[in-house]
C-alpha cells in the first residue's frame, strides 16, 4: 500500500497525523491545515446567530442610504 505524501513538504501525511517541518525549520502549512481539519472543535457550534439580523449592510451604509434620500 502506498504512503500518502504531502504536496507542499513531500513527507509522508500517515497515521497519526502529525505537523511535519520544512527544511527551514517551519511547520508545513499544508500539513498544519489538514491536522487541523482532522480536529474536532473544542467548542459545540452555536444553531442561533449571534449579532445583527435583518439587512446585511452596516449601519454606516444605512445612514448614508438614508441621507440622500431626505435631500430629496
Known amino acids: ?3 500518502p505524501i504531502c504536496i507542499q ?3 509522508t501525511t500517515a497515521e497519526p497525523q502529525r505537523l511535519n517541518r520544512l527544511p527551514d525549520g517551519k511547520i508545513c502549512a499544508a500539513c498544519r491545515d489538514r491536522l ?3 480536529i474536532p472543535p473544542a467548542l459545540p457550534a452555536s444553531t442561533t446567530r449571534v449579532g445583527r439580523t435583518g439587512s ?3 449601519p454606516r ?3 448614508k442610504t ?3 434620500s431626505r435631500r430629496g
Do not use: F, I, L, N
Request: charged share 15%.
Open 61 to 63: 451604509a444605512a445612514r
Open 9 to 11: 513538504c513531500g513527507q
Open 56 to 58: 446585511a449592510r452596516s
Open 1 to 3: 500500500m502506498a504512503v
Open 66 to 68: 438614508t441621507s440622500r
Open 36 to 38: 487541523m481539519a482532522s
